[in-house]
């Protein structure tokens, strides 16, 4: 109709595998057809060299705390099975606060299941946005998101951590 604003709106997780490409033609109409993309975030401020490296410095205990000094003895316990075959050694994870795990965790459980971030169809269109000089807008920023994680008590943290682990 004239006048009638239309969105458009698709759901889906941040990493794929090359099989869920080429994508249904319907996403593709969909983008063509719309005047930005909005995301959850704008990636531009994910990338490290922007930015994101500082905001996961929020991640790390500055105030001498330890990952270990701060779970639970059945939490670290759990996260120390995790990590055996991956590449994060325990040790590595002690100045992390338990958010920070958790998010390791959640990129190793992904990477393990041959899931790409380059792959997720938030980067493809945003990529595709891009280079065609179309507006992105995001909907929380970066450092929202991680404020949110880094706010929380230490307790809700474990908690969050200790589902992350259940999913896995």
Known sequence: QSGAN???????V???TADAYPLNPA???????????VEEIDLAEADPLSGGLGLLAKGMYQDGRTFNSVVSKPT???????????????ELIQPMKPWMVML??????????GLDPELG???HFYNLATSGGKQVVGLETAESQIDRFDKMPDA????????ELAEM
């Open 6 to 12: 239309v969105m458009y709106l698709a759901g889906s």
């Open 14 to 16: 941040h990493a794929l």
């Open 27 to 37: 996403y593709q109409r969909a983008f063509d057809a719309s005047g930005a993309l």
């Open 76 to 90: 670290a316990a759990l996260v120390t099975e995790k990590l055996k075959n991956t590449p994060l050694a325990p």
């Open 104 to 113: 390791m965790l959640e990129a190793l459980g992904a990477q393990s299941a």
């Open 121 to 123: 169809l938030d980067k």
């Open 156 to 163: 809700m943290q474990e908690q969050l951590l200790r589902s």
